[in-house]
């Protein structure tokens, strides 16, 4: 097994629950490779009795008598003693049986595979739970699924779980510093440009970053895992959608293509995909977005400190997705006839978006870093001031207003090379153009990658200036 690497809030919310005088049922949700299992599998060692349970993928022919054959078959695999049965009732019960007493972990993984096209699984198992299962005080149970916005649908805000479940967590991608631990022993002689060119495809998915090689390359790691038709990341987009969306996943990979040049709002999403705004279409962006794969930012009126709902923004939080639509998908048929030797000439044009991506999904460590407590935190996000006749149109790469009235501008600035004075007026020009209401303050703050130049610091413009090495 790899070394774990960060959940610690996680697995000692699970912990805790040792100490509880009942049963425990625990919901984990979160994208496929964001460490679910591997979190279940750490929490295990814990236990006397451990006994883990995964449904079928849904691949085509796969039914519910499947399910519950490969059910029972892992219930023989783990000595459970059990009998063939067409009915979920009757496997809970033989499991129930064999876990009244002493301290018991089990654990339902992929639910969302295990219980599919069969609408009493969830409440046989909601009625075992209470008639059975919940007698073993020393007993936790684990549900577990990708489908973060199935599970919140029929299990977190279903009736029949109302008052049972014990602890809840989604699992995000994990953090900048985090990830920087996956380059074990070399992590602080390998560059945070480096880094952040693997961080460009993975982002903080623990199961891509298990698969780097700190002894290779950039270059070689992202060639090995994407543009080889073995490699982890080749197929996994396709797989990841089937997986999860089954029926749905062309028009669900068609949104996320609509998004992949930046923030965009649900007009143009529409526009592109030749689709009404309402109905499927925000039901499939809210689905993208609970899952983890698309963020939604709201614009706010800072004066009034009021988000303002009917405007709002999608984009891509994924960096995997990105890179493998822009430059996974364009060669997919070199790649699988051997033809691709080495990476698309071009792909680094995409470590902007990529780099401005993983800062924003790291501000807590980013608020950290400008020691902005979390409690005095109104709105964080990229700010879109939209032009009218009378006020100009602003962007902002992501703005942080507190309750004592400081909007932090943040212009997030990729380079190759040093930053020269010139992003200064770049900024100048942005928060000349927005409204800031009487008695505000604005300090503006760059982050950067490669160094800024002497001529910058001297100009002492910025009131921070954050090197993306101090996010790792």
């Known amino acids: 097994m790899t070394k774990f690497i960060g959940r610690k809030r996680q697995l000692q919310g699970l912990m805790q ?102 609408v009493t699984y969830l409440p046989k198992l909601k009625n075992a739970w209470d008639s059975q299962f919940k007698k073993n005080d020393n007993l936790v149970f684990i549900i577990s699924g990708s489908n973060s916005a199935w599970i919140k649908r029929n299990i977190l805000c279903s009736t029949g779980f109302y008052g049972r479940i014990s602890y809840r967590s989604k699992l995000d991608e994990l953090s900048l510093h985090q990830c920087n631990e996956f380059w074990g022993n070399l992590k602080d002689k390998i560059s945070a440009y480096e880094k952040l060119k693997i961080l460009t495809v993975t982002g903080g998915i623990p199961r891509y ?27 996994e987009f396709d797989d990841l959608f089937k997986d999860l969306f089954e029926r749905r996943d062309v028009r669900y990979k068609d949104i996320i293509k609509a998004l992949v040049d930046g923030n965009t709002n649900v007009d143009s999403i529409a526009e592109a995909l030749n689709r009404k705004k309402g109905g499927d279409l925000s039901n499939a962006l809210e689905e993208l977005s609970e899952d983890g794969f698309v963020s939604r930012s709201y614009r706010w009126n800072i004066k009034s400190c009021k988000q303002i709902e009917k405007t709002s923004q999608y984009r891509v939080v994924d960096n995997y997705f990105r890179f493998y639509i822009k430059y996974i998908l364009p060669y997919k048929h070199r790649i699988e006839m051997g033809e691709m030797e080495n990476l698309p000439s071009g792909w680094e044009s995409i470590l902007g978006l990529q780099f401005e991506n993983l800062v924003i999904n790291n501000r807590k460590s980013l608020h950290r870093l400008l020691q ?41 600035k990729f380079s190759k090379h040093e930053i020269p004075p010139g992003v200064i007026s770049e900024v100048e020009k942005k928060i000349s153009r927005l409204k800031i209401p009487r008695g505000f303050s604005v300090r503006p703050v760059l982050v950067h990658i490669n160094g800024v130049s002497d001529e910058l610091v001297a100009r002492d413009y910025f009131a921070n200036i954050i090197d993306f090495a101090d996010l790792l």
């Open 372 to 412: 902005i407590p979390a409690s005095e935190v109104v709105f964080s996000n990229p700010y879109l001031q939209r032009e009218t006749k009378l006020i100009p149109g602003c962007q902002i790469d992501y703005m942080v207003q507190t309750k004592f009235n400081v909007l932090y501008v943040c212009e997030i």
């Open 17 to 118: 629950l040792r100490k509880n005088r009942g049963a425990s049922l625990v919901v984990l949700r979160g994208r496929r490779r964001i460490g679910k299992t591997r979190l279940a599998e750490e929490f295990s060692h814990t236990f006397e009795k451990k006994y883990f349970f995964a449904g079928l993928a849904p691949e085509p022919g796969i039914s519910q008598a499947d399910q519950r054959k490969e059910f029972l078959r892992q219930m023989v695999e783990q000595k459970i003693p059990c009998f063939p049965s067409d009915d979920w009732g009757d496997l809970f019960t033989q499991l129930a049986q064999h876990c009244q007493m002493g301290e018991t972990l089990i654990v339902f993984d992929e639910i969302t595979w295990m219980c599919m096209n069969d």
């Open 209 to 235: 970053l298990e698969e780097i090689q700190p002894k290779q390359t950039a270059e070689e790691n992202i060639y090995r895992l994407c543009f080889q038709p073995e490699g982890l990341l080749f197929n």
